[in-house]
């Protein structure tokens, strides 16, 4: 296995970042050509997801609806205040897979691979994993 790491900068508390065109263009200067990419996020108040990328609402959508689940909320117990990102962390996940076929990440057509901040603004950083040839 292979391993890189991308820096990710995040400006706001909650925010979805595409990095789909930064991974391709690792796969690309690497000369990744098959296999398979794996994903990990190693913060406890950040993600990982595969969405839509053609209607940016979509991004907004996404973290109204998560803030609507886990709420800031005066009960929460952890010193940090920051309950709500793990909670929102947990719910999205840590790691995501793309299979790579002739240089290429394999996404359907309307799909991008976002880093999910929920305790922002961070600097932060996703490990890619490369296994193939």
């Keep these: 296995m292979k391993m890189h790491e991308i820096k990710v900068v995040s400006k706001k508390k909650s925010e979805l970042i595409l ?3 930064q991974l391709q ?3 690309q200067e690497q000369g990744w050509r098959a296999g398979k990419l794996t994903l990990f996020v190693p913060h406890t108040t950040a993600a990982v997801t595969i969405n839509e990328n053609a209607d940016p609402d979509v991004k ?3 973290i ?10 005066a009960e929460f117990q952890h010193y940090e205040g920051n309950s ?6 947990s ?8 299979l790579l076929k002739a ?14 901040e929920f305790d922002g603004p961070r600097q932060r950083k996703l ?3 490369f296994w193939g040839e």
């Design 91 to 98: 719910l999205i996940g840590c790691s995501q897979d793309i």
């Design 25 to 27: 263009e690792l796969v």
């Design 103 to 116: 240089g290429k990440l394999i996404l359907g057509t309307w799909q991008g691979v976002y880093f999910c």
């Design 64 to 73: 109204l609806g998560l803030d609507k689940i886990s709420p800031i909320l």
């Design 127 to 129: 490990i890619v994993g």
């Design 19 to 21: 990095l789909s065109n």
């Design 60 to 62: 907004q959508d996404i």
């Design 84 to 89: 709500d990102a793990h909670i929102k962390s």
